[in-house]
């Protein structure tokens, strides 16, 4: 898509919000942080945002649990990322349900797509997941105790610290139109997919 608008730019996937820090501070002339990793990453802070992001998130629970409400959370184990949004959207998930934060045992696991795989296999009770893999684990029959449209806020920002890396005004305009056209397509799809939504970029 962005080639064809006239845009050099290669997505490199990174397990976790802290390689996507290290890249930041090496090779990478971008990265996309959560709002909640962007306000406390001193690497993150430094560079220029060029786009904004939002996307629905939720709970979700192991198929092979047949769970239908948040209150079955009580006693089980909600998968989250360290440093990220997954530990609020997780407690109000559980809150949702009528059941203490304090009830519930939250294991760090950095990667939403181990998150999503350990989900499909019941090697967890539920995970905190944005958009895509919300969807998909949606789509292998988890079920959605808990969402939130909206609610997983983010920044893809460029390092301007070297001179290589600095994006003109209208690169930078590219970069939103191919992410705007991302999101139409992937919304034409909701009726076959879970009926998650990604949401357009307005900066």
Known sequence: MYKRLGLDIAFERYESQYDCDTALAGHADGAYAD??????????????VAMRTRTSCGVVSAASLRFRAAKELEGRVIAIAPQTLSEQIAYEGVRSGGVATTEVMYPHIGSFAVATGMLRDSQ???????E???????????KALYRKDEGWRGAVVVNGSNA????????????????????DSLNKQTKTHAGFKYYQNTD
């Open 35 to 48: 709002s909640l990793f962007l306000s406390k990453s001193a690497r993150f802070q430094k560079s220029r």
């Open 124 to 130: 967890i009770d539920a995970a905190v997941l944005p």
């Open 132 to 142: 895509p893999f919300l969807t998909e684990a949606v789509q292998h029959r988890a």
């Open 164 to 183: 290589r890396h600095k994006l003109t005004q209208q690169q930078i305009q590219t970069l939103r139109k191919g992410y705007n056209m991302a999101v």
